[in-house]
């Protein structure tokens, strides 16, 4: 990202990505936010701030109505794992289920076979929604997901002769994924 603002007055990853360098936990906006118009700091923001680019503001062939403000996702790419995370804002859960939102999904799952993870409230899976494209897994996806937390959760599960599942839920606190949508043919 240059030192220019190219983001106009899109401020979603302000309040849906976690900041550690300056303490800002997810879906809270951070204090440097100005709403609608940017970082009070932007000059002298946090590295992570400044390197991060979500996949609207990194993809110029994504229609408008999918940019962050304008649907309340932020959406991220795992790029080596072909995962694209959906971090939704919590005051909006649904705005996964529109048409437009929709129709992305759809296209990243059948053209580029990318899992979408959609999350309404990224510390937590409990209502997270996983599209799985043909050819891949639920299990393989989670551990992209939480990549190393993922390896060591399988030694987990192993050790302790449960199911990955089973770890996952110990691990996170949580039931794991509400609902799986698997494209398979």
């Not at 603002?5 to 979603?12: E, I, K, V």
């Not at 990243?108 to 409990?126: K, P, Y």
């Not at 393989?140 to 939480?146: A, L």
């Not at 002769?161 to 606190?173: D, L, S």
């Amino acid at each position: 990202m240059t030192e220019r603002n190219r983001c106009g007055s899109c401020t979603m990853c302000c309040k849906t990505i976690g900041v550690t360098d300056i303490d800002k936990p997810p879906n809270v906006w951070c204090g440097h936010c100005e709403i609608g118009q940017g970082c009070k700091i932007y000059e002298t923001r946090p590295t992570s701030c400044r390197t991060y680019e979500c996949l609207w503001f990194s993809n110029d062939w994504m229609a408008d109505e999918l940019r962050p403000d304008r649907c309340k996702i932020v959406f991220e790419e795992i790029e080596e794992d072909r995962i694209v995370l959906a971090m939704v804002d919590p005051k909006r859960p649904d705005a996964w289920k529109t048409r437009n939102v929709q129709a992305f999904i759809q296209f990243m799952t059948h053209e580029f076979r990318a899992a979408v993870v959609i999350c309404v409230g990224i510390t937590s899976l409990d209502d997270a929604v996983m599209f799985v494209p043909p050819g891949r897994t639920r299990k393989g996806i989670i551990k992209s997901v939480f990549r190393d937390a993922g390896l060591k959760i399988e030694r987990y599960a192993a050790q302790q002769g449960i199911t990955f599942e089973e770890a996952v839920r110990q691990a996170t606190g949580v039931e794991g994924i509400k609902k799986v949508v698997d494209f398979s043919v």
